[in-house]
C-alpha cells in the first residue's frame, strides 16, 4: 500500500534529529511511503492525483497513476495557536482518503474545526506514559503509550466521536464519516505499540473503510 507522510515540522534538524521519517519506514515496512513537507501544495495535490513531478520519481519511487490509500499527518515542532503555523490544505482532508493525524495533526483539526478553546495548554512540556485498551474504531489489547505534548485537547468537532480521556485531556477521537483518526499519544517511543497500533489501523481504517 502507498502511504502519503506530510512533515510537519519548521525545523528540519528537528525531523531529522528526531528520526520521524526511519521511524516511520520502521513502523510500515512492506509499504510505499511518500513524504511532503506541509507547505509544497503543488506537490501534495500532485500526489493524491497520481502524477509524477517533473516527469521523474517521487522520492524514487513511481507512483503515476497510482492511488495513495492513507495519509498520515504526525507530530510537529509549531504550536497550533501560533501565527504562522504548519496547515492542513484541504486538498487532503477532501481527497476521500484515510487519514490518521497525530499530535499536531489531531490538534490542528481540533482548533481549525472547532473552537480555540478546544486547546489547553500547560507551562511546559508534559512527558508521561499510560496503559489502556483501545476499543473503538478497533480493538488493541492494553499496552503501554508515551505523551509528549504542551498544548493538549479538552473538546472535537461536533463530527468527531471521543474515544478515549485521561483526565480532560482527550487522546484519540474518531470521524467515523470522513474516516480521520485522530490520536494525541507520542507514537514514535514504544515501537512495538507502534507497529500494532499502525497495523489495526491500517487493516480496518485504510483496507476495511477505503475512500468514499
Known amino acids: ?20 521519517k526511519e521511524f516511520f519506514i520502521d513502523a510500515l515496512q512492506g509499504h510505499t511511503l511518500i513524504f511532503k513537507k506541509w507547505d509544497d501544495v503543488e506537490g501534495i495535490r500532485n500526489i493524491l492525483k497520481g502524477k509524477r513531478i517533473d516527469g521523474k520519481r517521487i522520492d524514487g519511487k513511481r507512483i503515476d497513476g497510482k492511488r495513495i490509500d492513507g495519509i498520515i499527518i504526525p507530530g510537529s515542532d509549531y504550536y497550533v495557536k501560533d501565527e504562522g503555523s504548519a496547515i492542513i490544505d484541504e486538498c487532503i482532508l477532501t481527497s476521500n482518503i484515510p487519514i490518521l493525524a497525530m499530535c499536531y ?6 482548533y481549525r474545526y472547532g473552537e480555540p478553546s478546544f486547546i489547553k495548554s500547560s507551562k511546559r512540556k508534559k512527558i508521561y506514559s499510560r496503559s489502556f485498551r483501545i476499543k473503538e474504531p478497533f480493538y488493541i489489547p492494553k499496552i503501554k503509550y508515551s505523551f509528549w505534548h504542551k498544548d493538549y485537547i479538552v473538546n472535537v468537532p461536533k463530527d468527531y466521536k471521543v474515544i478515549k480521556k485521561i483526565g480532560n485531556k482527550i487522546i484519540m477521537a474518531y470521524n467515523s464519516k470522513n474516516n480521520i483518526l485522530g490520536v494525541q499519544f507520542y ?9 500494532i497500533f499502525m497495523k489495526h489501523w491500517i487493516d480496518e481504517c485504510v483496507i476495511s473503510k477505503p475512500r468514499r
Open 187 to 195: 507514537l514514535y517511543k514504544y515501537k512495538n505499540a507502534v507497529k
Open 105 to 110: 495533526g489531531f490538534q490542528y483539526l481540533a
Open 1 to 20: 500500500m502507498r502511504f502519503l507522510i506530510i512533515n510537519m515540522y519548521k525545523k528540519q534538524v528537528l525531523f531529522k534529529s528526531r528520526k520521524v
